[in-house]
């Protein structure tokens, strides 16, 4: 429905079976820049309605037949609708309240005065000029709800677009690793294939669970833990991964990180942390500590470590740890005096997630 703008001729309905109290207020209206069409009763009110051209309306209370109040609710079910001003008696305040309750913007005390005339003018343009900026309102919170919708939905693709990217520079190494004859080149080949799973997971999530900027931990963990283990497992190592985590949500970076410090101790873990051929346990817990810290613990039963030895390998998964330990503000310590293998970080929760 077209709506007064701020310039030009605003157009009222007034709505009062008193025909002559109707033709004086047109007059002194005119006289404020208003064009008035006048109505006596609900039929005809809502004939001028529906026309469409209509910018505010004032609506007495005392009708044929009925009250303005019986009117208001038909008035405000309008998709749209124009601005009211309701019309009382002198001494009415309950009636102008209940209209208040029922969808009017304002109301003023009826009279035959000059001053009745100018204050429901000022009345009018106050409703016109909130309707306006309600619906500018409006539509600009439209206008940000759609470039909201829109960027979640670039994000989200790309999300899939870098899932699938890792994904298929994971197969691109995984295919240059059934190339290779050398132990140390195809153990660092398959450990770099696991890395890039770990961050491709991370954007999988993303997209999967259409969340942005934040990730649910225990689902991601579940899921890397799943493929890890899938991927790990043989008959050199018929290991298992058991899992405890406490639901929580973390920023991507962080979550991404986190993966790859998992990701690197549970691998480690399969091809160090027991003999050849014996079945083992490896755990991974993650749990809050104080509301104010995430502690982490991948731990086994196996031969253990020392580590003040040199790293085995290349000494390549040892910076990554101690690297993704500081990105998420925490550092990585192995207990001593364990059975096996006990490493351990506690991280502090980002500042907006405990928010």
Same mark, same amino acid.
């Given at each position: 429905?077209?709506?007064?703008?701020?310039?030009?001729?605003?157009?009222?309905?007034?709505?009062?079976?008193?025909?002559? +109290? @109707?033709?004086? $207020? #047109?007059?002194? !209206?005119? &006289?404020?820049? /208003?064009?008035?069409? %006048?109505?006596?009763?609900?039929? =005809?009110?809502?004939?001028?309605?529906?026309?469409?051209?209509?910018?505010?309306?004032?609506?007495?209370?005392?009708?044929?037949?009925?009250?303005?109040?019986?009117?208001?609710?038909?008035?405000?079910?309008?998709?749209?609708?124009?601005?009211?001003?309701?019309?009382?008696?002198?001494?009415?305040?309950?009636?102008?309240?209940?209209?208040?309750?029922?969808?009017?913007?304002?109301?003023?005390?009826?009279?035959?005065?000059?001053?009745?005339?100018?204050? +429901? @003018?000022?009345? $009018? #343009?106050?409703? !016109?000029? &909130?309707?306006? /900026?309600?619906?500018? %309102?409006?539509?600009?919170?439209? =206008?940000?709800?759609?470039?909201?919708?829109?960027?979640?939905?670039?994000?989200?693709?790309?999300?899939?677009?870098?899932?699938?990217?890792?994904?298929?520079?994971?197969?691109?190494?995984?295919?240059?690793?059934?190339?290779?004859?050398?132990?140390?080149?195809?153990?660092?080949?398959?450990?770099?294939?696991?890395?890039?799973?770990?961050?491709?997971?991370?954007?999988?999530?993303?997209?999967?669970?259409?969340?942005?900027?934040?990730?649910?931990?225990?689902?991601?963990?579940?899921?890397?833990?799943?493929?890890?283990?899938?991927?790990?497992?043989?008959?050199?190592?018929?290991?298992?991964? =058991?899992?405890?985590?406490?639901?929580?949500?973390?920023?991507?970076?962080?979550?991404?990180?986190?993966?790859?410090?998992?990701?690197?101790?549970?691998?480690?873990?399969?091809?160090?942390?027991?003999?050849?051929?014996?079945?083992?346990?490896?755990?991974?817990?993650?749990?809050?500590?104080?509301?104010?810290?995430?502690?982490?613990?991948?731990?086994?039963?196996?031969?253990?470590?020392?580590?003040?030895?040199?790293?085995?390998?290349?000494?390549?998964?040892?910076?990554?740890?101690?690297?993704?330990?500081?990105?998420?503000?925490?550092?990585?310590?192995?207990?001593?005096?364990?059975?096996?293998?006990?490493?351990?970080?506690?991280?502090?929760?980002?500042?907006?997630?405990?928010?």
């Amino acid at each position: 429905m077209e709506r007064y703008a701020g310039n030009g001729e605003m157009r009222i309905l007034y709505i009062d079976d008193d025909e002559a +109290l @109707g033709v004086l $207020l #047109r007059k002194n !209206l005119t &006289r404020q820049g /208003f064009h008035v069409v %006048t109505a006596l009763d609900r039929q =005809a009110g809502m004939a001028v309605l529906e026309s469409g051209n209509v910018d505010a309306i004032a609506l007495d209370h005392y009708l044929l037949g009925e009250t303005g109040l019986d009117i208001l609710p038909a008035i405000i079910a309008i998709p749209d609708h124009p601005p009211v001003v309701y019309v009382t008696g002198a001494g009415e305040a309950s009636i102008a309240v209940e209209a208040l309750k029922r969808g009017a913007d304002d109301y003023v005390t009826k009279s035959v005065s000059a001053e009745f005339f100018d204050v +429901l @003018g000022t009345a $009018l #343009r106050q409703a !016109l000029e &909130r309707a306006r /900026f309600r619906r500018e %309102t409006t539509a600009a919170q439209e =206008a940000v709800h759609q470039e909201r919708d829109r960027a979640r939905l670039l994000l989200r693709e790309v999300n899939h677009r870098v899932a699938n990217s890792l994904s298929l520079a994971a197969s691109l190494v995984r295919m240059q690793a059934s190339l290779v004859t050398d132990p140390e080149a195809l153990a660092a080949l398959q450990e770099t294939q696991v890395r890039i799973h770990a961050i491709g997971n991370v954007h999988r999530h993303l997209y999967a669970k259409n969340q942005v900027g934040v990730i649910d931990i225990d689902d991601y963990l579940k899921s890397l833990l799943d493929e890890l283990q899938s991927s790990m497992r043989d008959d050199a190592r018929p290991h298992t991964v =058991a899992l405890s985590v406490e639901a929580t949500q973390l920023p991507t970076d962080k979550v991404v990180a986190l993966g790859l410090v998992v990701s690197e101790l549970v691998t480690n873990a399969f091809k160090y942390a027991y003999p050849s051929g014996h079945t083992g346990e490896i755990r991974v817990r993650l749990s809050r500590r104080d509301g104010r810290m995430i502690e982490l613990l991948v731990e086994d039963d196996g031969i253990g470590i020392d580590p003040q030895q040199p790293a085995k390998g290349t000494g390549l998964g040892t910076k990554i740890l101690n690297s993704m330990a500081t990105t998420v503000g925490g550092t990585l310590v192995y207990d001593k005096d364990v059975a096996g293998t006990r490493a351990r970080l506690i991280f502090p929760i980002p500042d907006e997630i405990q928010a």
